[in-house]
């Protein structure tokens, strides 16, 4: 079972997403900011998958996106941003910091599961 | 004059926001509370559907075997193997039985004959002893030893047609007691074939029902999945619906940031000198800015 990390400030949003990757059959942990998300990408190295939102409190997800890749350990795990943001400059940056994927909420339950899946695949 | 009414707009400013925000916190931990609800209940449908489906597969797992374990069906199909073994087995020994009876037959008048010539025998014997015996009676005296052998073999004559009456009167009750053991032998191999005949029918009846079985737990765990997969499709379409609530979250605390602008306006007033560190910062960071949601694209997948 592959272990994916939702960040997200809104726990509504994680709980969705999660429910949404459980009946796909992804084991889920959270993190409620990109401190956090950070934090639990650098403790378990089971992580296969990250699904990001931008905006958050304390760190926003595209710093922790960037200081997450600047760690070469993690230079091969799939990072999904997931947020209501979609400014091509900010699109562009995810892409450049190493994200795999960009999703615009209010994302399809469906359509999610795919673009993780593939990422795991 | 205007110092006071710049100062109370600031006030008002600062007191509205408060206020504000205290309203946004309660809608959005209400609405964040219910929409959580609503989620968990529908995470609940899919874990029952799911529970369903898997008993469905398990019950055909147990009829169709597999992990090592013989399914019914097998399990039944080596039953009626081993009936049909064993009623083959009986037919055989009962067929063997009725030939070894009429071989015996054949013996026991093999030993008739037998014991016919050993009666001859047994006369002469007596003749002979007779006629010791006579000639011993003339031989008075010196006739002594042959009496006593003319007696031993008289004794002797007796005893073998005691014991040939003996022997004939068995062979005669075996004679009339083997064709009834050849009967009762036939008698078993044709319950045996009609067993064997009528199980046979019973066995393809119930080898017949097992398959019907099977198709109907396979039918029903075709629709089990097909529904399954239905339901996890509504509960992620459902999912998809309940995200109003971020929506709606960050609406009200993009309105936050739009009192916020009023308040620094307002503290750029002279009345409101030396204030701005009372404004309190935004709801919520937002590093795109003040946005509409955008419909258009909204769930749009975007894969580098």
Known sequence: MKRALVVDDSPSVRQQVGLALRQAGFDVVEAADGAEGAERIGADPTIAVVICDVNMPRMNGL??????????????????????????????????????????????????????????? | MTDGIEQRVFEQLLSLRGRFQQRVREVNGMTEREVMSAAESVARIVEVAGGHVAR?????????????????????????????????????????LQSDATSAVAHTQDISRAARSIAALSQEAHILALNARIEAGRLSERGASFRVIAGEMQRLSKTIATTNELIDQLSRDLTALLPAIAGSADGMEALASTFSERFAASAHDVEQG?????????????????????????SHESLSHLQFQDAVAQGLQRIDDWIRDAQLAAAELPAAEGRAAEIAAPMHPEIG???????????DVLMF
Do not use: C
């Not at chain 1, 350990?73 to 995810?94: D, Y």
């Not at chain 1, 190493?98 to 399809?108: D, L, R, S, T």
């Not at chain 2, 399990?75 to 009626?80: S, W």
């Open chain 2, 289 to 299: 800015g003040d946005k509409p949601v955008d419909l258009e694209t909204a769930g």
């Open chain 2, 56 to 96: 469905v597969r398990d019950a055909l797992s147990v009829l169709r075997g597999g992990g090592g374990r013989a399914g019914i069906g097998t399990l039944i199909h080596r039953q009626i193997d081993a009936v049909e073994d064993y009623a083959r087995d009986v037919r055989e020994r009962a067929t063997r």
């Open chain 2, 210 to 234: 097992t398959e019907e079985m099977h198709r109907y737990v396979a039918d029903a765990l075709e629709h089990g999945d097909a529904s399954l997969a239905q339901v996890v499709r509504h």
């Open chain 1, 63 to 121: 710093e922790m996106l960037e200081k997450v890749k600047a760690d070469a350990a993690n230079a091969r795990l799939p990072v999904l941003m997931l947020t209501s943001e979609g400014h091509p400059a900010l699109i562009e940056r995810a892409k450049k910091a190493g994200a795999k994927g960009w999703i615009v909420k209010p994302f399809k339950a469906d359509l999610l599961v795919a673009a993780v899946k593939k990422l795991v695949a």
